[in-house]
């Protein structure tokens, strides 16, 4: 049985949230802020590993019941 397109979406709405987290962290540097590079690092690194996931998941069952 694979993931259904309801996990698929679950995933990417995941790899959205560390994005805009990413996203936050980095730049809100450029206001005077600093950021930790390790932090940045575990998060551009979590972002590849559910893309990788995503992208070798050869059993998206999207076929209605």
Request: aromatic share 8%; glycine share 4%; charged share 30%.
């Amino acid at each position: 049985m694979g993931h259904s397109v309801d996990d698929v979406y679950r995933l990417v709405s995941v790899m959205y949230d560390k994005a805009i987290e990413l996203h936050r962290m980095r730049y809100s540097s450029e206001v005077g802020g600093k950021y930790s590079e390790q932090e940045v690092q575990f998060l551009i690194d979590d972002l590849r590993s559910l893309a990788r996931q995503l992208a070798n998941d050869r059993n998206i069952d999207h076929k209605l019941p």
